[in-house]
């Protein structure tokens, strides 16, 4: 099925770990983004992707860095991973912004 | 004060009642989206406005610009629409960003 795909559902790291969640889309958009979902914040943008070959900074993005692989693949990656990074992960596409998005199932992370 | 409030946080309700979810934003946007989030589930974008009015089955979505307001009802409420709600907007300044309302959960009693 068409759409955005993340991976992994869930994680568990140890404080200091490393790890990269990968997201995929087959809709050839041109703009990706990955966000946090946290209790009581709202979707939080980390970074984005406006098209392949350019990332930004978006409200938080200390800890993370992330990678446009191609048009269809857009990964973060948590390099030492922090208690304060638990969260859920969702990974989004879209032509534009003014255009609707597309997210994915969304992914689980806790650090301990 | 967050750029997008919305009320209620919380609805309960019986099923078949007309519901009314409403979304308010300070700044100036390019469009506003209503997302619905299902318990441990992923997000789907319901709607994206820039005016006026958009239908799809039970679900109305209503945008005046000039009040900064957006409304989403549901009309013949399930079971079913359970789920959170989430306002969001496209700045037009600082293009690529949405910004989120806080969500709210809805729940129908059957």
């Known amino acids: 099925n068409a759409g955005v795909t993340q991976t992994p559902k869930f994680q568990v790291l140890k404080t200091g770990q490393s790890m990269t969640l990968q997201c995929a889309q087959d809709?050839?958009?041109?703009?990706m983004y990955w966000y946090r979902q946290d209790p009581g914040m709202g979707l939080r943008l980390i970074y984005y992707?406006?098209?392949?070959?350019?990332?930004d900074k978006g409200e938080v993005p200390n800890g993370y860095n992330v990678s446009r692989l191609n048009k269809r693949e857009f990964s973060l990656r948590l390099e030492s991973a922090a208690p304060s990074q638990t969260s859920v992960y969702f990974c989004?596409?879209?032509?534009?912004?003014?255009?609707?998005?597309?997210f994915g199932s969304g992914t689980r992370l806790t650090v301990v | 004060k967050n750029e997008v409030e919305q009320s209620p946080q919380n609805l309960t309700a019986q099923e078949g009642e007309f519901i009314t979810i409403n979304c308010s934003y300070s700044?100036?946007?390019?469009?506003l989206h209503w997302l619905q989030q299902h318990p441990g589930g992923g997000i789907v974008s319901l709607f994206m406005?820039?005016?006026g009015k958009k239908k799809h089955g039970r679900l109305i979505a209503t945008i005046n610009i000039q009040e900064k307001h957006s409304s989403l009802h549901i009309t013949a409420s399930h079971p079913r629409d359970s789920a959170v709600y989430i306002c969001?907007?496209?700045?037009?300044?600082?293009?690529?960003?949405?910004?989120f309302g806080q969500g709210t959960r809805l729940t129908i009693n059957p």
């Open positions: 992707s406006a098209s392949e070959g350019t990332t």
């Open positions: 809709m050839n958009h041109n703009s």
């Open positions: 700044v100036g946007i390019s469009a």
């Open positions: 406005l820039s005016s």
């Open positions: 969001a907007v496209g700045l037009i300044q600082g293009a690529q960003k949405l910004v």
């Open positions: 989004a596409s879209s032509v534009s912004v003014r255009m609707g998005y597309t």
